[in-house]
C-alpha cells in the first residue's frame, strides 16, 4: 500500500484493524445469510475527506492504482450496500457533511450530512425533508439515495425513484482524471440507488416539504383483516395528510419497549400512524368505522431518549424484535396493485406466528399499495425460500434482503440498464464497490 | 311581510327590488336549462347579518312565521345552490367574514369570509387553503363547503368530502328557538355540501397545508391521447407536488385569453399545471416522455390585473369560453376508475369539437381519477340528453350541471340519509332553502 499511501499524503486516514472491521459493517447481521457472506469483510485503508477536492484525489488514485474504493454514509443499511467485498479504500463520508443552502422548497447538503441535522435545519426555516428512513438520526443523505428506496413519508410522496423526490446528484467519477458530474432530471437514475457503484455521491439536493406538525397515534385491532383494511383505507383519504402508515400483526408489538402503558394491549393487530395536526378525529373515526381503538395519540417529537413512533416501523420493526429474540430474520416484499390487502390477509393466514405481518403502506405509482417487511421466525434457509415461494403463490414478490447484489432488490430493468452504461464511463475500470453490480460483472 | 319586519328589527335588510333580484342569482346561467328554469326566482327580502346572534334572530323569526329561509355567500354557484325557489328571506353572509383564529395546520373562519382573504391571512402564518374552488377571489369559505365539492388542490387533497377535508361546521337551526350545533368527524356530512338544507353554517374550521411556493406551467400536445396519458401520469406522480393538473382539448384554448404569447399554440391540447417549486424539471422530462413541450413557465401570484392560471380550469373554463361564445354550455362527468384515461380518449373521439374534452385530475378515494366539465356547443336539449347518453355507454356518468336538485350532483346515498335525519331535527318545518332536497319533497 505504499504506492498508495503517498498519493493519499495529507488526508486523514484510518489503518488500524479494529477500526477498519468496524466501520466496513452495516446492518447486513439481520440476515442469516448475509452475516455468513459478509463477516470479516473490511476495507484495507479508510479515507476520512473534509472537502469535494479530497474525494477527487482519492477516486485518481484508486483508478491510477487499481483499488477498489467503497464509500460509507451512516452504514445503516440492512443488505451490505456498503461492505468493501474485496478490501480497498473506504471513504467515510463523516466529515463531509455541510448543509449547502436551504430555500424555499429545496436544500443541497454534501453527501455525509446527516438525515437528523439536515431535516432539523430544513424545520427552523420551516420545511422539513419529504421522506426518510426510520435511522433518520443515523443515516446520511448520501447513503440514503444511494441506499435506499422509501420510507417515513413515502405514505404521501411515493418512493425515491420517483421524479421530483431528488433533484439533483453530483458524483465524483472514478478515473485517473476524475470528473464532477452534476445530474438532474431522469440522468439522477444513472447514481440513485446504485450504491455507488457508478460514482461518488458527494453533494444531494432534495425536495423539501412544508413542515407540519405531526401527531403520532396507533390504532389496535382485534381482527387482522379490518386492521389491514383500515391501513389502506386510511392512506387512501387524501383528506388526511399522513406521514406513516404501517400495520404490525400481533405477536410483533410484544416485542416493543418503550412506549405508554397501554398502547400495544396484548393480543391485538396494531397500526402505527402520523397525521398531520387536526386529522386526529378522522383517525379516530376511520378506526371506529373498522371496529377499532385509538391506544396511543401524543405530539411527534424528537428528543434524546424518547423513541419516536417511526423508530418501530421500516426496517427498525425487524430491529426492535432482534433486540428481544436473536432467532428472527425478516422478508421484504412488494405487494400486488389493487389487490394487496387480500394478499396480506392471506399471507397472514398462511403463515400464523412464523412470519408476522409487517406492512408499509405507501403511494407506488400513484397507487395506494404497501410492501412488508415480514418478520420470521428463522428455522434454516431450506424453510425461509420455502416461505419466499408460498408468499410467491400469493402474488407477493420479494424484493431479497438476503442478498447484497443492487440488481436482487427488483431494480426496473430501464434503470439498471442506464446505471450500466453509466458506469462504463464513470468507472472503467470496474473499482467502485466491486461485487455488487451483477450486470457489470458479468 | 309587517309580523317579519318587526322580528327582524334592528337589522340590516335590503328590499329594494333590483338588488333582490340581482343578490337572488349565481352563475346558473351557464345552463341554458336552469337559465328558463330560474330566472326571475328572487328572495323577498335579504338580511346582511353581522353576528351569529343576528342569524339565530333571523331563523326563529323565519321559524315561527313559516318563510323560506336561504343563504348567500358569493354567488359564484353553479347550480343555483343559493336562488330562492319560493322566495322568503335570504341571508346575506359578507359582513359574517371573520377570521376567528388561524394556527399551525388549522384555521377557522366565519362562514362569510372570503377564500382570498382566508387563504392569504393563512399564507402570512406560512399556511395556505388545501384546496379552494376557481372562484377563489369571489367565493366565501361557508360556500364553498355548502356547495362545492373539489377544487384547486384536489390533485393531491382530494374531494371536501373526504374524512379531514373539513375539521369543524358550526350551524344554526332553523327552530323556534334556534340550536347553535357544532359538528365535527363524521357529523360533519350534515351539512355539508347540503346546500344550506340543513343549518345554516355560520363559522368553518378547515385543515390549512403548508404554503408552497408554486410554478405555473402549461405543457402543449399534439395527440389527444399523448396529453391524456401526461395528465395522468403526471398526477399518479407522488414526488411532484401538484396543486392543478387541468387537460383541456383544443379548440379550447382558443377561448383563453390573457395569457403570454406562444402558451396555447395553435391547434395544441394543453395541460394546465400547479407544481411546488423544485419540480418544474420533473414536469419538463415527463411532458418530454409524452412528445409535449413545456410553452408557459412563471411563478404563482396573485395581483390585481394579473390572471392566474386556476381561473381558465374547473368551472372557470366554461366561463372563458362563454365570454367569447354565448352558444356554449358544459356538462359535468365523472370517470371510471382504472380506466378514466381510456374513458376520455374514447370520448374525444366520439364528438369531436362538439363536445370539447376538459378534465381535472384529482383523487377519488385513494385513486388518480379525474372529473370532466366537457365544453359543448349548445344546439338544444335533445341534443345535450343524446351526448349525455352517449357518454353513459363509455362508463362516463353524468353528475347533472343542469339541475338545482341537491341529489342529482350524485350524493352518496348514506349521506344523503344522514341528511335528510339530520334535516328532520334542524329544520321541521322545511324551510331551508325549499325545493333543494329532493328526498325532503318527497
Redesign the interface.
Known sequence: MTALHAALAGLELVDHPVLLRQRSRDFYWYSPILKRQLDGKAADLIVVPRAVEEVVQVAAACARLRVPLGVRGGATGNYGQMVPLQGGVLLDMARLDRTLWIE???GRFEAGARLEAADTLAQQS?WELRMFPSTRRQATVGGYVCGGAAGVGSV????LR????V?ALKVVTCEETPRLIEL???DIGKALHAYGTTGIVVEVEL???????WIEMVAAFEDFGAAARFA??L???????LKLDSLMAWPLPRYFRGLEEGALPEGRHVVMIMV????E??V???AAEHDGAITLQRPYREERGHTPLYEYTWNHTTLQALKVDKDITYLQTIFPPESNVAALIASHEMFGEEVMAHAEFQ?R????NCSSLQVVRYTGDERLWEIVRQLETLGIKLSNPHSYILEDKGARVPSADLQLAFKRQSDPHGLLNPGKMSRWTA
Open positions: 424555499r422548497g429545496r420551516g404521501r410522496y411515493g418512493q420517483d421524479a421530483g423526490s433533484l438532474r432530471g431522469a425536495p423539501l416539504a412544508p413542515a407540519y406538525p389502506q383505507a392512506a387512501e383519504t387524501d383528506g388526511l395528510f398531520a395536526v387536526g386529522g378525529m378522522g379516530m373515526a376511520l403511494r405509482l400513484g397507487r395506494t
